[in-house]
């Protein structure tokens, strides 16, 4: 392909030397872009952030969310393929044995280190049962502290509650653990333990 | 009431309460909103949005309370002084500039008089010499905030102003001697009144700017440069030597640097419209022979404030549109070609004054 070349004149002369004429000529630039943006802002391309944003394709990949099935009850089967494909193992998964004995095993713990994470997406890739998404459309994730970051099970299921997460009560230990299995499956799933 | 009257007739009590309107609601104001509105109005230029974040509430007045938030800043930072500065030189330098861009207000008119009272401080004999006189006095504030900050960028500034400011005053003589031969006097008032003159009957005023056409331009030039900002901004060289003179400067000092850069461009801009745009008068309104008086005063008014303002807007256009000169070319500049211009127009002036009367 043959390059452009643009060949810029360098212009000398009686003109030039008067600086007037070439005055005239970057004040008809600035003036015009002054009126246009003054009778309302035709040029401004920004956006004001956080009250208009940026609209985002299907695709983007955003913060995880776990999916659910129609009863309520997570997607997820804890065959913990997203731990293993997870280039920077940020995800921690602690499998539990589930009441319905057809269904095996669910996640106790489904913890992911967003700080850590990368967005690669390829968890939602290895994901046998798209139990686990990246669709929720949180671009910018913004806290100030690093425990805010420790996204738990019960904050990535998918009717998340960001006022709830700006103060956070989950802490780690409060979370029931595997020998506490009376007391896990009512507070995680919103379903009686059997 | 009678006492009132009485009290108000008195010319230094009126001279007071002059200072305080034309100045503190006139001088002042607009060139605090001229520090908003340089940012705006550049925004728009560079199609951005400007600032616009500052807000109380939900309001933010389209960025117009950055002015008190501004303001708030600098009042509540560290007045700092750096080591081995010149303290009091270096605490007393930010308001030479702000004195002079202030005092040239002065002797501008405003309005027509109304009887004996005059919309004008003071009119006084040496009128427009006088100004001469202050902005000179303005160049000690940024020689002494140069040499006083021990800093090397600083006296760099400081040297690069006090060289262009004074070269720069000499060609604003000169470009004026033109006004003062058409007109015949230094008295602001009656320049202003001379060009309440009409060419071909009642077709064109006699605007300093038709009379002098070459010396507006050498004045409008020469005053920017007095004013330090672009394309004449050597001296504060954002790129090379930082912010220049008021390097050192923090907090409220810092802000009447600032300040007095934009009284200077206000001042400016009353010069221009004083001295080559009619000042006060709205041309042809003479033809109007019954106008009320009050009538007059307002369309006075509002005549001189449009065109000051026209003014402040066109430098700040001008500052957003021109790149900046470097310092050997802006004294290039200066003596070179505004000097040998302004010596030709003073001389074809003369001859054409002398030809024709
Ligand atoms: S997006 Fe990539 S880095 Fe982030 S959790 Fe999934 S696999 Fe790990
Ligand atoms: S989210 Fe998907 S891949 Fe990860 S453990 Fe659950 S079922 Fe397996």
């Given at each position: 392909m043959e390059l452009k070349v643009k060949q810029v004149k360098r212009v000398d002369g009686v003109k030039e030397a008067f600086y007037i004429p070439a005055t005239f000529g970057g004040l008809r630039l600035t003036v015009k872009h002054f009126f246009r943006n003054l009778?309302?802002?035709?040029d401004v391309v920004t956006i004001n952030y956080p009250e208009e944003k940026r609209p985002i394709s299907m695709r983007w990949r955003g913060r995880h969310r776990l999916t659910r099935k129609n009863d309520g009850?997570?997607?997820?089967?804890?065959?913990?393929m997203c731990e293993t494909v997870c280039p920077s193992k940020c995800i921690h998964i602690e499998a539990g044995e589930h009441p319905?004995?057809?269904?095996e095993k669910y996640p106790f713990r489904f913890d992911i280190d967003e700080l850590r994470?990368?967005?690669?997406g390829l968890c939602v890739e290895a994901c046998p049962k798209e139990?686990?998404?990246?669709?929720?459309?949180?671009v910018a994730m913004a806290y100030s502290?690093?425990?805010?970051?420790?996204?738990?099970r019960d904050l990535l299921r998918?009717?998340?509650d960001p006022k709830q997460h700006e103060s956070p009560?989950?802490?780690?230990?409060?979370l029931p653990r595997p020998d506490s299995s009376e007391t896990a499956l009512p507070n995680s799933q919103g379903i009686p333990a059997a | 009431m009678e006492i009132i009257i009485e009290i108000l007739s008195i010319p230094l009590v009126q001279s007071i309460l002059k200072i305080v309107f034309i100045?503190?609601?006139f001088a002042m104001p607009l060139g605090t909103v001229l520090t908003l509105m340089e940012r705006k109005w550049s925004a728009m230029i560079q199609d951005r949005v400007g600032?616009?974040?500052?807000?109380?509430g939900n309001y933010t007045g389209h960025g117009l309370l950055h002015l008190a938030a501004d303001g708030l800043k600098s009042i509540f930072k560290e007045d700092t002084i750096p080591k081995g500065a010149n303290g009091f030189l270096y605490l007393i330098a930010p308001f030479f500039g702000m004195i002079a861009g202030v005092a040239t207000?002065?002797?501008?008119?405003?309005a027509g008089p109304i009887g004996d009272f005059t919309f004008q401080v003071t009119d006084i004999e040496p009128g427009l010499l006088f100004i001469f006189a202050i902005t000179s006095l303005s160049v000690y504030g940024a020689v002494l905030a140069g040499t006083s900050s021990n800093s090397k960028f600083a006296l760099l500034g400081g040297t690069r102003a006090s060289a262009q400011m004074i070269s720069y005053e000499v060609f604003m003589g000169l470009a004026l001697m033109g006004i003062f031969m058409v007109y015949?006097?230094?008295r602001v008032s009656e320049i202003v009144d001379g060009q309440n003159e009409y060419w071909f009957g009642n077709l064109i005023p006699m605007w300093g700017v038709f009379t002098q056409p070459l010396g507006f331009i050498l004045f409008f030039t020469a005053l920017i440069a007095e004013t330090k900002?672009?394309?004449?901004?050597a001296p504060e060289g954002e790129s090379e030597i930082?912010?220049?003179?008021?390097?050192?400067y923090s907090g409220m000092r810092w802000s009447a640097f600032m300040l007095s850069e934009y009284i200077a461009v206000a001042a400016v801009a009353v010069l221009t419209t004083t001295l080559?745009?009619?000042?006060y008068h709205v041309p042809w309104?003479?033809?109007?022979?019954?106008?009320p008086q009050w009538l007059v005063t307002l369309l006075q008014v509002m005549k001189f404030s449009i065109v000051t303002i026209f003014f402040c807007w066109m430098q700040i256009q001008l500052r957003w549109t021109l790149p900046k000169f470097r310092f050997d070319q802006t004294m290039a500049l200066g003596w070179k070609k505004l000097l040998p211009l302004s010596l030709a127009n003073t001389a074809l002036t003369a001859v054409v004054i002398l030809a024709f009367m």
């Open positions: 009778l309302g802002s035709k009850f997570l997607k997820c089967v804890a065959c913990y319905d004995l057809s269904i994470c990368v967005f690669c139990a686990i998404r990246m669709d929720t459309g949180v502290s690093r425990k805010t970051f420790d996204f738990t998918d009717e998340y009560k989950y802490a780690d230990e409060d | 100045i503190l609601l600032p616009n974040r500052a807000n109380i207000f002065a002797i501008i008119p405003i015949g006097s230094t900002r672009a394309p004449f901004d930082v912010a220049g003179y008021f390097l050192e080559f745009f009619g000042g309104l003479h033809l109007w022979e019954s106008a």
